[in-house]
C-alpha cells in the first residue's frame, strides 16, 4: 500500500512540475499587446554565390548608475504673491527633510511649469455665473538619486507637505560607450563562431575581406516597458433585451501594471544579465556583417 501511494505521489509531483503558467497577464486584451508576433523569427546567415552575411544580437541587463524623481508640486491661492509664498514654504519644508535623508541640495532642481488663473462658478435659479476664484502655480522637483531605495522615503517626506503626485522615475548609466563596447565582443564572438558553422558546412572559402554593414544598438527604459491589463475577473451578464427597467451598478475594477522584459520581443542570441531579477536599463546591439566568398 505504501508504495501504491508514492507511486501516485510522484505522479501528481511530475505533472505539477511540468505544468504551465500563464499567469493572470492573459486576461490581457489582444488589442493591447505588443505590436511583435507571438513567436520571433529572425536569420542569423545569409550567403549568397559571392558573399556571406552573418548577423548576432546581445541583450545586457544594467543596473542603473543613477535615477532621476519627478515630484509635482501645486499651490493655489487668491494672489500671485500669496500663492508662491505658500508654495515655496512647501517646497523648502520638503528640501529639508531632505537634506536629513541624505540627498543634497545641488541634487534638487526646482522646475517652474505653469501659472494659470483659476476659475469656478455659481447657480441661483437657473442662472450659472462664472467668476474669477484665484491661481494655482506648479512646479516640478527633479530629484538625483543613487540608490533606488530611498524613494519610499521621499513619497513619505512628500506626502508629509502634501505632495502625491510622483510624475516619474528615469534610469541612467555612465558609460555607454563602455557598454556598447562589451557588446559588440560578445557579438563578434557570436558571429565568428557562426562563420566557422558556416565553413565547416559549406564548399564555399571564406575570404579575410569584410566589413560591418550594419550596428543598431538600444536602450530600453524601465519606464517604457510596463503593460497593463485589467483585473483578472469573471462576471455575469444581464440581459436586458426584453425590459429597459434594469440599472446595472458597477463596482471599480483595478488595472495591474508589469514589466515586461525587451528580451521577449527581440531575438536576441545572448543575454548578459547582471541583476536578475531587479529591473534595470536593458541595452542591445545587433550587428551585421558580410565577409567576401571565394568565386
Known amino acids: 500500500m505504501k508504495n501504491y ?3 501516485i505521489l510522484l505522479v501528481i509531483f511530475s505533472a505539477n512540475s511540468y505544468a504551465q503558467v500563464g499567469g493572470n497577464q492573459v486576461y490581457q486584451n489582444s488589442n493591447n499587446r505588443s505590436q511583435s508576433p507571438v513567436s520571433i523569427n529572425k536569420s542569423s546567415i545569409v550567403s549568397t554565390a559571392s558573399n556571406l552575411t552573418i548577423n548576432a544580437s546581445v541583450l545586457l541587463n544594467k543596473e ?3 535615477y532621476l524623481m519627478t515630484v509635482g508640486v501645486k499651490q493655489e491661492a487668491k494672489t500671485v504673491i500669496e500663492c508662491n509664498q505658500q508654495l515655496n514654504q512647501r ?6 527633510d531632505l537634506s536629513k535623508a541624505g540627498i543634497k541640495g545641488e541634487d534638487v532642481y526646482a522646475d517652474f511649469i505653469s501659472q494659470t488663473k ?3 462658478h455659481s447657480i441661483e435659479s437657473n442662472v450659472i455665473t462664472e467668476f474669477f476664484d484665484g491661481f494655482e502655480i506648479r512646479k516640478n522637483l527633479i530629484i538625483k538619486l543613487k540608490e533606488l531605495a530611498l524613494i519610499d522615503e521621499i513619497i513619505e517626506l512628500a506626502s508629509k507637505q502634501e505632495i502625491f503626485d510622483i510624475v516619474k522615475v528615469e534610469y541612467f548609466n555612465d558609460d555607454l560607450d563602455q557598454i556598447y563596447d562589451e557588446l559588440f565582443d560578445e557579438a563578434m564572438k557570436i558571429i565568428e563562431n557562426r562563420k ?3 565553413s565547416a558546412h559549406s564548399s564555399f572559402n571564406v575570404t579575410d575581406r569584410y566589413r560591418i554593414i550594419q550596428d543598431h544598438f538600444g536602450i530600453h527604459n524601465p519606464q517604457n516597458m510596463y503593460k497593463q491589463y485589467n483585473e483578472a475577473f469573471e462576471s455575469s451578464v444581464v ?3 426584453y425590459s429597459g427597467n434594469y ?3 458597477s463596482v471599480r475594477k483595478d488595472k495591474t501594471f508589469f514589466y515586461e522584459s525587451a528580451q521577449n520581443s527581440l531575438a536576441v542570441d545572448k543575454v548578459i544579465d547582471e541583476i536578475s531579477p531587479v ?3 536593458q541595452y542591445s546591439l545587433q550587428v551585421s556583417i558580410i565577409y567576401d566568398l571565394v568565386r
Open 5 to 7: 501511494l508514492t507511486i
Open 64 to 66: 542603473a548608475d543613477y
Open 91 to 96: 517646497i523648502n519644508a520638503f528640501l529639508s
Open 118 to 120: 483659476l476659475y469656478d
Open 196 to 198: 566557422a558553422r558556416f
Open 239 to 241: 440581459n436586458t433585451h
Open 247 to 249: 440599472i446595472k451598478e
Open 279 to 281: 529591473v534595470g536599463i
